[in-house]
């Protein structure tokens, strides 16, 4: 027994001993096996994220975050805060505003809900839809792809849509500066919506919108007339989609949104993170697909990301000298339309209006005073609101300075929005002395009426959020 327990022992050791050696020459084979299993199931290669990212702008450095020592004293910034709390509270405002002088913000403050029925408070990152602002950011695609020798503005819009039948004599820079004689095809498209002539998730097709301008042509030769026409803005997203090779949401995510770090910023409308409401009264209306407003207002944004936008624009980050002087200032038509904004010697600026939503960005040329109002509801007194306070605020800020009192230089003629062949109808280019309820056809200043103060102040239904930015001279602001 003790001898075969012996020879247990040893067969067991010799085992152990083969064991061992297997494994070994398993390990020093291992990478014959794994190209052996190679052939037999591909390796997949992933690409890295930097990989992946080739196609867009390197991305700089995200700007350092605002100073922390105002450039004006305390006793103006309480000043400056309480006059544009006071004007907001007589137009019973409600959503988010923002006023900046340079990068430094001097208010920021939500106000109201962003939906009535749940209690939902604005905030200062509470998404909206921009609507006709979109339009700054479509003039900035165009011209940079002209600063980039891709197209020419002396281009005729018809070299790039092919299947458009407009006279050739319609070049890009009258899409630019409104005065092509196109007719605006969005308010006839709202109404028919809004008729339930047409299915309230139905799109618009680029196909369809061509045939919708050549079946009704031109009512006046380009470069003659002034009239605000969302037209040629979505045309000029399919010049930009020509040129570029990418989609319009793609090549203004590309370079703009992502350079910028607007990353609370989209081209869907469905995106707003609010409801719109057609009036004070919180009255519901009808939220229409992006695809009808294309390039021409789709984009939706936060204050805080319109800021940046208009740091890096008014900076040279976006255009160049020459490119950027021409888009804020008169065009060689003589009208007070630059490149996606009303222009005066003084400040320029851009309004946009959804239905649903209405938005204001203002630039002031010799301070740089910014002002972003951004609101759920179609409150067109926030224009005339907004302007107020930029001319109260120069007064109060930079009391050396003259106040500007610019208006536009030549007031633009109304448009037909039939063909000849009927009575013309008029094109809401004016705002005339009672609100009307067509979209998308911002006015001109010198056409609006005077600001509506007295306003029933609702203080129980509104609620506030108020920036946390530090100041070394004042906590609110």
């Given at each position: 027994?003790?001898?075969?327990?012996?020879?247990?022992?040893?067969?067991?050791?010799?085992?152990?001993?083969?064991?061992?050696?297997?494994?070994?020459?398993?390990?020093?084979?291992?990478?014959?096996?794994?190209?052996?299993?190679?052939?037999?199931?591909?390796?997949?290669?992933?690409?890295?994220?930097?990989?992946?990212?080739?196609?867009?702008?390197?991305?700089?450095?995200?700007?350092?975050?605002?100073?922390?020592?105002?450039?004006?004293?305390?006793?103006?910034?309480?000043?400056?805060?309480?006059?544009?709390?006071?004007?907001?509270?007589?137009?019973?405002?409600?959503?988010?505003?923002?006023?900046?002088?340079?990068?430094?913000?001097?208010?920021?403050?939500?106000?109201?809900?962003?939906?009535?029925?749940?209690?939902?408070?604005?905030?200062?990152?509470?998404?909206?839809?921009?609507?006709?602002?979109?339009?700054?950011?479509?003039?900035?695609?165009?011209?940079?792809?002209?600063?980039?020798?891709?197209?020419?503005?002396?281009?005729?819009?018809?070299?790039?849509?092919?299947?458009?039948?407009?006279?050739?004599?319609?070049?890009?820079?009258?899409?630019?500066?409104?005065?092509?004689?196109?007719?605006?095809?969005?308010?006839?498209?709202?109404?028919?919506?809004?008729?339930?002539?047409?299915?309230?998730?139905?799109?618009?097709?680029?196909?369809?919108?061509?045939?919708?301008?050549?079946?009704?042509?031109?009512?006046?030769?380009?470069?003659?007339?002034?009239?605000?026409?969302?037209?040629?803005?979505?045309?000029?997203?399919?010049?930009?989609?020509?040129?570029?090779?990418?989609?319009?949401?793609?090549?203004?995510?590309?370079?703009?949104?992502?350079?910028?770090?607007?990353?609370?910023?989209?081209?869907?409308?469905?995106?707003?993170?609010?409801?719109?409401?057609?009036?004070?009264?919180?009255?519901?209306?009808?939220?229409?697909?992006?695809?009808?407003?294309?390039?021409?207002?789709?984009?939706?944004?936060?204050?805080?990301?319109?800021?940046?936008?208009?740091?890096?624009?008014?900076?040279?980050?976006?255009?160049?000298?020459?490119?950027?002087?021409?888009?804020?200032?008169?065009?060689?038509?003589?009208?007070?339309?630059?490149?996606?904004?009303?222009?005066?010697?003084?400040?320029?600026?851009?309004?946009?209006?959804?239905?649903?939503?209405?938005?204001?960005?203002?630039?002031?040329?010799?301070?740089?005073?910014?002002?972003?109002?951004?609101t759920n509801i179609n409150d067109r007194k926030l224009q005339q609101t907004s302007l107020n306070l930029m001319t109260e605020l120069q007064r109060l800020l930079f009391p050396q300075d003259n106040v500007p009192t610019e208006k536009p230089t030549e007031k633009p003629t109304k448009a037909p929005t039939e063909p000849p062949t009927e009575p013309p109808t008029e094109v809401l280019t004016e705002v005339p002395t009672e609100i009307p309820t067509e979209v998308l056809t911002e006015p001109e200043i010198s056409q609006i009426p005077e600001e509506t103060t007295q306003v029933t102040d609702t203080s129980e239904e509104n609620t506030t959020t108020e920036t946390e930015e530090t100041h070394d001279n004042s906590e609110e602001w």
């Amino acid at each position: 027994m003790k001898s075969n327990k012996k020879v247990m022992l040893l067969l067991s050791f010799f085992a152990v001993m083969i064991l061992m050696i297997a494994v070994s020459n398993i390990k020093t084979s291992a990478p014959n096996m794994e190209e052996t299993s190679s052939s037999l199931f591909p390796k997949i290669n992933l690409k890295t994220d930097s990989e992946l990212s080739t196609t867009r702008p390197t991305r700089p450095p995200e700007p350092k975050s605002q100073k922390t020592k105002s450039s004006f004293d305390k006793s103006t910034l309480k000043k400056a805060k309480e006059l544009v709390d006071k004007k907001l509270e007589q137009m019973n405002f409600n959503g988010t505003f923002l006023v900046a002088v340079g990068d430094e913000i001097l208010y920021h403050k939500a106000w109201g809900y962003s939906d009535i029925d749940k209690k939902i408070p604005n905030t200062l990152d509470t998404k909206y839809e921009i609507g006709s602002c979109t339009k700054q950011f479509t003039a900035a695609a165009i011209t940079k792809l002209s600063q980039q020798k891709k197209l020419s503005l002396e281009d005729s819009v018809t070299k790039y849509i092919k299947t458009l039948k407009i006279p050739k004599e319609i070049k890009i820079h009258h899409l630019l500066h409104m005065c092509s004689g196109l007719y605006d095809y969005l308010n006839d498209y709202i109404n028919l919506l809004e008729a339930d002539e047409l299915d309230s998730d139905s799109k618009l097709s680029q196909k369809e919108l061509i045939e919708w301008v050549n079946n009704l042509g031109t009512y006046a030769k380009p470069g003659e007339i002034f009239s605000y026409c969302n037209t040629n803005y979505y045309l000029m997203g399919m010049i930009i989609e020509k040129v570029s090779g990418k989609s319009y949401e793609q090549y203004i995510r590309d370079e703009f949104f992502y350079p910028l770090y607007m990353d609370n910023s989209s081209l869907c409308m469905a995106d707003t993170d609010s409801k719109g409401y057609l009036d004070n009264e919180w009255t519901k209306g009808l939220k229409v697909d992006s695809s009808y407003f294309y390039s021409a207002g789709e984009i939706v944004s936060t204050t805080t990301d319109m800021l940046k936008w208009l740091n890096a624009y008014n900076s040279g980050k976006v255009l160049n000298k020459d490119t950027f002087k021409n888009a804020t200032h008169v065009g060689k038509e003589g009208f007070n339309y630059g490149y996606g904004w009303f222009v005066t010697d003084d400040y320029y600026y851009h309004t946009g209006n959804t239905e649903l939503y209405y938005a204001v960005d203002i630039v002031t040329r010799k301070r740089d005073i910014k002002i972003i109002g951004l609101t759920n509801i179609n409150d067109r007194k926030l224009q005339q609101t907004s302007l107020n306070l930029m001319t109260e605020l120069q007064r109060l800020l930079f009391p050396q300075d003259n106040v500007p009192t610019e208006k536009p230089t030549e007031k633009p003629t109304k448009a037909p929005t039939e063909p000849p062949t009927e009575p013309p109808t008029e094109v809401l280019t004016e705002v005339p002395t009672e609100i009307p309820t067509e979209v998308l056809t911002e006015p001109e200043i010198s056409q609006i009426p005077e600001e509506t103060t007295q306003v029933t102040d609702t203080s129980e239904e509104n609620t506030t959020t108020e920036t946390e930015e530090t100041h070394d001279n004042s906590e609110e602001w």
